[in-house]
């Protein structure tokens, strides 16, 4: 009898403004609220600490304070003693400059802390949508000027007994993210988005954003018969509106638990990790009924 309670710690926006102390303020206090409900693990949207600054193009000079130099660092060492005081692990995501083979590089990275507050493991965003530069007639994506693709595969982390695997915004879109975890282990992956509600590119698209948001996940947690939990980071941050929509997925592909507003909000469900086992007797008996000789393809283009 294997569960795990599992709390989405959606937040409302972070607008520019906000001082660091503020924000990681409004996410104890969302640890607090997961902790009395009875959660085991918590996952905060991804770029948790600031504004989505890739909305803008920005000098060198301005967008040195969005980034991590070392988490836990002083302004965000009150989460981390959060954590050891509530006895509550959590998933973060953030912003993070790191010295790499002699120079400074930037990721969109999320980590995965322990309940006494230390690394279990670090996730680099894989898949950066958008582009380097802004684009006529496109809504201003420009996480790829700002960040360079993650360099730390897809792995997964022991936490309280369960396989914990990784993944921000757009990688919840792409099937190969899922079938990576899933190849690696995890039972539970923890999800934290930015996603902007209307898409100048795409009008005739802005009534399937939700459904699009849904329907990756819920076909993500499916098809590998894992546990999803995703946090949003929603609501209308410096003029852009963010969709909301955090939930709880389990491997049926059902949703448990939903978000209902665009605003700091706790959602919980307690996982059965038993659940895994029953939907890959169903169906999805990976070693006796995949055929990955016939899926080079994909690993080649
Ligand atoms: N943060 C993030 O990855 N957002 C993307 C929007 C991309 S719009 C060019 C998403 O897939 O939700």
């Given at each position: 009898?294997?569960?795990?309670?599992?709390?989405?710690?959606?937040?409302?926006?972070?607008?520019?403004?906000?001082?660091?102390?503020?924000?990681?303020?409004?996410?104890?206090?969302?640890?607090?609220?997961?902790?009395?409900?009875?959660?085991?693990?918590?996952?905060?949207?991804?770029?948790?600490?600031?504004?989505?600054f890739p909305?803008?193009?920005?000098?060198?000079?301005?967008?040195?304070?969005?980034?991590?130099?070392?988490?836990?660092?002083?302004?965000?060492?009150?989460?981390?003693?959060?954590?050891?005081?509530?006895?509550?692990?959590?998933?973060?995501?953030?912003?993070?400059?790191?010295?790499?083979?002699?120079?400074?590089?930037?990721?969109?990275?999320?980590?995965?802390?322990d309940a006494?507050?230390?690394?279990?493991?670090?996730?680099?965003?894989?898949?950066?949508?958008?582009?380097?530069?802004?684009?006529?007639?496109?809504?201003?994506?420009?996480?790829?000027?700002?960040?360079?693709?993650?360099?730390?595969?897809?792995?997964?982390?022991?936490?309280?007994?369960?396989?914990?695997?990784?993944?921000?915004?757009?990688?919840?879109?792409?099937?190969?993210?899922?079938?990576?975890?899933?190849?690696?282990?995890?039972?539970?992956?923890?999800?934290?988005?930015?996603?902007?509600?209307?898409?100048a590119e795409?009008?005739?698209?802005?009534?399937?954003?939700?459904?699009?948001?849904?329907?990756?996940?819920?076909?993500?947690?499916?098809?590998?018969?894992?546990?999803?939990?995703?946090?949003?980071?929603?609501?209308?941050?410096?003029?852009?509106?963010?969709?909301?929509?955090?939930?709880?997925?389990?491997?049926?592909?059902?949703?448990?638990?939903?978000?209902?507003?665009?605003?700091?909000?706790?959602?919980?469900?307690?996982?059965?990790?038993?659940?895994?086992?029953?939907?890959?007797?169903?169906?999805?008996?990976?070693?006796?009924?995949?055929?990955?000789?016939?899926?080079?393809?994909?690993?080649?283009?």
């Amino acid at each position: 009898d294997r569960h795990l309670t599992l709390a989405v710690c959606q937040t409302g926006p972070v607008q520019r403004s906000a001082t660091r102390a503020e924000t990681v303020g409004r996410l104890v206090h969302l640890l607090e609220r997961a902790a009395a409900a009875g959660a085991e693990l918590a996952v905060f949207p991804e770029m948790a600490l600031t504004t989505f600054f890739p909305r803008w193009t920005l000098d060198e000079s301005e967008i040195e304070g969005f980034y991590e130099e070392r988490v836990p660092g002083p302004q965000t060492q009150p989460l981390f003693d959060a954590a050891r005081r509530l006895r509550l692990g959590f998933a973060l995501g953030y912003s993070e400059i790191a010295d790499e083979d002699g120079r400074k590089r930037r990721f969109n990275t999320m980590d995965l802390v322990d309940a006494d507050g230390s690394l279990v493991g670090r996730y680099r965003k894989i898949h950066l949508p958008g582009s380097e530069a802004s684009e006529a007639g496109t809504t201003v994506h420009l996480e790829r000027r700002y960040f360079e693709p993650g360099n730390l595969g897809f792995p997964v982390f022991a936490y309280r007994g369960a396989r914990i695997g990784l993944a921000l915004c757009n990688d919840r879109r792409w099937p190969e993210t899922y079938r990576m975890l899933c190849l690696n282990g995890a039972e539970v992956v923890l999800i934290g988005y930015n996603t902007p509600a209307v898409l100048a590119e795409a009008p005739t698209l802005d009534h399937l954003r939700m459904f699009h948001n849904h329907l990756p996940m819920q076909a993500g947690a499916y098809q590998n018969t894992v546990w999803v939990a995703a946090a949003a980071k929603a609501g209308v941050e410096e003029g852009q509106a963010l969709i909301g929509g955090s939930c709880i997925i389990a491997p049926t592909g059902e949703i448990a638990a939903l978000a209902v507003s665009v605003d700091d909000e706790v959602i919980v469900h307690r996982a059965d990790l038993g659940l895994i086992d029953t939907c890959r007797r169903v169906n999805f008996d990976f070693a006796r009924y995949r055929r990955p000789s016939e899926y080079g393809l994909i690993a080649e283009r």
